[in-house]
């Protein structure tokens, strides 16, 4: 029934002023459009991602959204070191931490958080042949 269907990304935000600086700003989306001062829509290669006001912002303890960069991820986690992102450190028994990614077997995986603890992921690979960012 959906397999076929084209599924978007959502966040839930406090603010979303502060959320469109770190969007566009920290991570250069380009917004698609916009709902007032509710939701915006931003295009991240042929995906969207939806970012919405919400009272419950920030109270999911698991990844939100990922991020398939193949060979980019060490060069994307760098430049968005170097713009002040903080990346998260987990302990996993597989995992072993080359900088700010975890490396398990094939996987490259790093995690940040958006202004409001909405965990984010980047990976290596294709959305097929990863664990999709999973934490």
Known sequence: MLNNMEILATIPVKDLAKARKFYEGMLGLEPLAFEGNEVVTYRAGSSRLLVYHSQYAGSNKATTAT???GDDLD?????????????????????????????????????????????????????????????
Do not use: C
């Not at 760098?78 to 094939?106: C, I, T, W």
């Open 67 to 69: 991020w398939f960069l």
């Open 75 to 135: 060069d994307v986690v760098r430049s968005l070191k170097n713009k002040g992102v903080a990346f998260e450190h987990y302990q996993f028994p597989e995992a072993k931490l080359e900088g700010d990614v975890h490396v398990m077997g094939k996987t490259r995986n790093a995690w940040f958080k958006d202004p409001d603890g909405n965990i984010l992921s980047l990976v290596n690979g294709q959305p097929a042949e990863s664990r999709v960012g999973a934490r």
